[in-house]
């Protein structure tokens, strides 16, 4: 915008300051032929093209549906530096599954699958009800709800504890049972009477290297100490053809943050087999929002995906901030899209439908800018040709007249609107590349093409207008 601002001051204080000089040269022009001139001269083209590429832009996102709240949410896409995304739902299918309890120190196996299947009892997610289903199916737990327990206190996950849990009042005191990140079990333990030793620590990383998530269970007798009695070992699968995309984003020079309520051996892990950049360990609202500020310190743009209330503020700070359909209203309210599909994935495509609009402009502000120097040989000849014979020289296509060399500039200009309509809504066709690669495509194939084209076009629309009476 700043560009085609002060390429149009530029010109129109040319062509108001030529009339008085092209006087005293004895070359008056008339209004016809300066309002010609300067309709040739400014960026009239890219001008006229600039809202149908924005709309296209999100049509595209519409056609996905993907609710943008504005036009400059879809041109910060295209911007983008730095992508956060979740690591369940969109690097990996979410539907993390027990795939085995392995007990600490002398635990004994079924003491641990009772303890972690009560503790996953009032757990709806699908990790939870994978607990309870494989304490039954693979160490013949009786299937329990939550109507038999009396006098119990459910504990529910928050991104702060990191860890649920049930407590039930029994004869002999409170049987307290947690479940939840390692790091945050481990401190209940300790908070609680109890040592957390290195027998944890040693089973907690094999699973995280193995790309695993640890859930550790422990409990609490009434006045005895905590005991840690063992993990929980969930096994996670990275999407297929995620790390191309990845790939594909590190081309384009955008850099890639998995965040993640894992522990960093496990987040670490899933990052390496994903391809990601870099990753956000055991994140809280709190570290989200510093890792948004932080990056957006260093001049970069962000985008990210969310859908609780506790994301709202990440999202209010990130500069695209796709908010999920099925989530709170304060997350959509926040965010500057929604995803009707709810499907954090689409946060990639939102990003290239972004760069494709951006592709698009750049494209064709170079071919509008390029195009005017062949208008140029055409107009400046015919204006003072009569007086200074030499520039008739300049008049390189050979066109018949004045009157129709001004003509044909000015109609191919219009038709020049109409023609490149159709490539402003369909969009310059989008390839994963550096900036570099797609300044010499643009200059390559917009440049070079905007300066040959025009030539063309105005010496082919001279040889209809000379045969137009009265404007040969």
Do not use: C
Not at 290 to 300: S, T
């Amino acid at each position: 915008n700043i560009l085609l601002a002060s390429l149009t001051i530029v010109f129109l204080l040319a062509v108001v300051t030529l009339q008085p000089m092209a006087t005293y040269a004895g070359a008056e022009q008339t209004i016809v032929v300066l309002v010609a001139l300067l309709v040739a001269l400014i960026p009239t083209t890219i001008g006229a093209l600039l809202s149908a590429i924005g709309i296209a832009g999100m049509d595209r996102l519409v056609q996905r549906n993907v609710l943008a709240m504005s036009g400059r949410a879809v041109e910060a896409a295209g911007d983008v530096s730095t992508l956060l995304l979740d690591k369940t739902g969109t690097i990996t299918f979410g539907n993390r599954q027990a795939a085995e309890f392995l007990p600490v120190g002398a635990v004994d196996v079924n003491r641990l699958a009772d303890a972690a299947q009560l503790s996953s009892l009032a757990d709806e997610t699908p990790e939870g009800r994978s607990i309870v289903v494989l304490a039954k199916e693979k160490y013949g737990l009786r299937a329990r709800h939550q109507g038999e327990l009396e006098h119990a206190t459910w504990i529910e996950f928050t991104a702060q504890t990191r860890m649920s849990g049930v407590d039930v009042v029994e004869s002999g005191g409170v049987h307290a049972t947690r479940k939840g990140a390692a790091a945050a079990v481990a401190t209940w333990v300790r908070d609680h009477g109890g040592q957390a030793d290195g027998a944890l620590d040693t089973v907690v990383d094999r699973i995280s290297n193995l790309g695993g998530t640890p859930l550790v269970v422990a409990e609490k007798r009434g006045a005895e100490p905590a005991d840690v009695l063992g993990v929980i070992y969930l096994k996670d699968v990275v999407k297929h053809g995620i790390k191309e995309r990845f790939d594909d984003l590190r081309a384009m020079g955008i850099k890639t943050v998995m965040i993640t309520g894992d522990n960093p051996l496990t987040a670490a892990a899933i990052a390496e087999e994903a391809g990601v950049d870099d990753y956000l360990a055991e994140a809280t609202p709190e570290d989200k929002m510093a890792l948004i500020r932080q990056e957006q310190a260093g001049g970069k743009l962000v985008a990210m995906t969310g859908d609780g209330t506790n994301d709202a503020p990440a999202l209010a700070q990130a500069d695209v901030g796709v908010a999920m359909n099925t989530g709170t209203s304060a997350a959509k309210e926040a965010g500057n899209m929604v995803d009707l599909d709810s499907n954090p994935t689409k946060l990639i495509e939102i990003v290239e439908i972004g760069k494709q609009l951006l592709i698009t402009r750049g494209a064709l502000t170079t071919f509008s800018i390029a195009n005017d120097v062949a208008k140029y040989f055409a107009i400046i000849p015919a204006m003072f040709a009569s007086v200074y014979p030499g520039l008739s020289r300049l008049n390189i296509m050979h066109l018949h007249s004045p009157t129709s060399a001004i003509t044909s500039a000015i109609i191919f200009n219009a038709l020049i609107i109409i023609g490149l309509i159709p490539l402003a809504l369909r969009g310059v066709r989008y390839r994963p590349s550096s900036a570099s690669a797609l300044l010499r495509r643009n200059l390559g194939v917009y440049g070079v093409g905007g300066l040959i084209l025009p030539f063309i076009g105005i010496k082919v629309i001279d040889l209809v207008v000379q045969f137009v009476p009265g404007l040969h």
